[in-house]
Every structure is written in C-alpha cells, then in structure tokens.
C-alpha cells in the first residue's frame, strides 16, 4: 500500500560489525495511527537473523525480513507499530527476536490429477500454487480453484475475487483473528456459504461490482472479463505482516478498445482495509469499480482531503445482520459517480496507473459495529491514514 507505507533507512553497517541507527517515526495528526512500515535495506549487507525495533519506552516490535527479489540479500524490512497522535517516537534496530506472529495470508489453490471435462474439473485433489495460468477451459462453477479464486487477509478480514469472467470480490467475514483461508473450501466447494467457527462467506455480489470489483461501466452496460487473451495469476508476497496477490489480464477486449492490465491486491496486518493497484499498457475510457446497491442500506459519499469515501450499511449480510463496505478512491483519479449496474459505481478517468481501497466490517467480526456511524468512524480512520502519512526521519 503505497500511500500507507513509509521507506526508510534504519541502519548501518560498520566494520566492526553491525551498529543500530536511531530513527523517529512522527504522526502528524491528531489521531493515533496504527501502520505497517515498509523498510528499504538493499544498499547493506545485512545478515541472515531476526531483528527487532526498540523504543525508549522500552517496547520491542519484531521485523519482519524479505529478499524480494529472490536473489539471497535482504532487501526490505516490515514492522508493525502505533503512534500516538501528534507524537513522535525514536526507535533503533537490533538483533532479536520478538516472536512474529503471521497475521497476513494470501493462497491461490487448485485441483491437481484431475482431468477436464468440457468446462468442468473431475477428480484430484486441491493443492496450493504460487502461480497460475487460468486454462481456456475454466469458467465460473469449474470446480477447479477451491473457493472459485486467490484469498487474501489479515486478521481482520478476509476477501476473495473470482478468477473467471465474473472477476467479482467477495467478503468472507471473520470471528477469529487466525489464518482461516486454508482450511476455507476444503469440506466441499461451497461450504464456506454456511455458518462455522471462523466464520463465512457474507457477500451475495451476483451481477454487481461487489465489494471494490473492477470492470468498465459504458452507456449504462457493465463490462467484466468475458473476453481475454489469457489470464495468471500470482501469490508475490504470502508475509506475517503484507500480503499480494498479482493478477494479469492479457487483450482484454470490450467494445473496440483492448489492453492489459495487471493488478495488485495487497493487504497489512492490523487492518481490513485492501489497496488495489493497476496499471493498463493502454488505457481505457469508463474503466470502474464499486459497490453493490442493497435494497434497504444506508449509504454515504463524502470528501475528506484527497480522498473520496463511498460506503453503505445495514442488515443485508449473508448472515441475515449488519455488514458494512466501503472503497475510498483519490479525488484527482475520479471522472464521475453514479449508480448503475444494481451498484454504485466509480468511473475512473483514463489513465496508466490507477489505485484505491475498499474494506468490510461485520457485526460479528473484531470491529463489532452494529451502526453506519460506527462504521463511518473505521473509514474515518483510514482516510486519515491515507491523508496523513507517518513520517520518518534519521536520527
């Protein structure tokens, strides 16, 4: 989540040896901000072990290490840490180990030693993959991808989109703060649709947008992805901290325009909140995404800073109780709004690169709200994340 996440140099090393820098990480605002900082260390050498961040409050946040591009150096450092509003903290790297705990999951899982028949998939068994190329045969109800696409969460939430032509994002709603995803699915295909100790699937999205579905709204017709060249799609991150799902949809073609685009889902321990990143090799008018309009919700669109909040409310979950949604879409990237579709949809303005965010609460859930105030309070907080940016500085 780029708006979301801070780059900085925590250390140096010497040498002697490795030598902790003191850094500060301020917040600006007048709200406490909980965040996942993404670390820049590819210039050092830095060692094979555990590290943690100290602060002179004598708190220990553990860090989470990644060789992002796979070629055995440390490149970037997550950690995970609150500010108190308008308060800045020093903390100093060390070696140590805090006990990281896996708050982040991103799966993509698929029958394998099976066979197609037509459209469908008979036999073998579900296997997780960290790469697909979606056959030519599969299509919605295959039975080929254990719960019908790639999930993602934190342990606040879960969500899932359908990799078929649907290409619809769903909300699965969680009881617990565990990793559910894996055991989602697994005693029969659509069994996450009933209610179980974890939780279940909450969303009914039909021919909608969903939760944040992407698509091209055009002379009031929805567009998804019936025609394309080809379609993978890519676990690039299954972290304790960050989470990302890549997904490439080559020659896409509606009406007489065609691109690719490719998209990243992203998701950060501690939040509920999903950042969505795309970018076209040919961009298209009308491109979209949005809400479902439920019959009976409550619904709000507003500006705060650079941002844009649509969210609506009220008791049309799955479950048979209140659920919340909600994406915030910068200002500057918004051609128009307007419902259509049996959603509300935002219709982007042409471009190469665009990104936003959506999330969900349940009732039933960790944020427990039982009100459009209450969840217009949880957006409240992550426009103001998204507004105000901790910042970090070397000390």
Not at 212 to 238: A, H, K, M, P, W
Not at 340 to 349: L, Q
Request: with cysteine; charged share 25%.
């Amino acid at each position: 989540m780029k708006n979301l996440t801070i780059v900085a140099v925590l250390f140096a090393i010497t040498g002697c040896g490795e030598k902790p820098m003191n850094f500060s990480i301020a917040n600006t605002s007048n709200r406490a901000q909980m965040a996942v900082v993404s670390v820049t260390v590819s210039q050092w050498d830095l060692p094979d072990r555990s590290y943690v961040a100290k602060n002179e409050g004598g708190g220990v946040f553990p860090v989470e290490l990644i060789d992002e591009n796979d070629d055995g150096k440390i490149d970037i450092g997550l950690l995970q840490i609150e500010v108190p509003p308008s308060e800045t903290l020093v903390l100093a790297l060390e070696p140590g180990d805090a006990g990281l705990k896996k708050q982040t999951q991103a799966e993509l899982s698929a029958r394998q030693g099976g066979t197609w028949e037509g459209n469908k998939y008979k036999g073998g068994k579900f296997g997780n993959v960290s790469r697909l190329k979606v056959p030519e045969e599969h299509t919605d109800h295959s039975f080929f991808i254990r719960y019908e696409g790639p999930g993602w969460e934190s342990d606040k939430a879960a969500y899932r989109f359908y990799l078929d032509w649907r290409n619809g994002v769903d909300f699965f709603g969680k009881k617990v703060s565990d990793m559910v995803l894996q055991n989602v699915g697994q005693d029969g295909f659509d069994s996450y649709h009933e209610p179980s100790d974890w939780g279940m699937d909450l969303l009914k999205v039909g021919q909608t947008l969903g939760l944040g579905s992407i698509g091209r709204y055009q002379n009031d017709s929805l567009y998804r992805f019936q025609s394309v060249d080809s379609v993978t799609c890519e676990i690039i991150r299954n972290g304790e901290l960050r989470s990302e799902i890549e997904t490439t949809y080559f020659g896409w073609q509606t009406e007489s325009d065609k691109t690719t685009l490719t998209s990243v889902i992203s998701i950060d321990a501690g939040s509920a909140l999903t950042s969505h990143s795309l970018s076209f090799d040919q961009p298209i008018g009308g491109f979209c995404t949005g809400l479902v309009a439920n019959i009976g919700e409550e619904f709000i669109d507003k500006t705060v800073g650079d941002y844009r909040l649509l969210a609506t409310f009220g008791e049309f979950s799955l479950a048979g109780d209140k659920m919340g949604l909600a994406i915030i879409v910068p200002n500057e990237s918004i051609e128009k709004v307007s419902d259509g579709a049996g959603s509300h949809v935002v219709n982007f303005k042409p471009s190469k690169e665009i990104e936003y965010y959506f999330m969900a609460a349940w009732e039933q859930d960790a944020s427990q709200v039982k009100s459009m105030d209450a969840f217009e309070a949880l957006m409240d907080a992550e426009m103001n994340r998204l507004n105000n940016p901790l910042k970090v500085t070397l000390e």
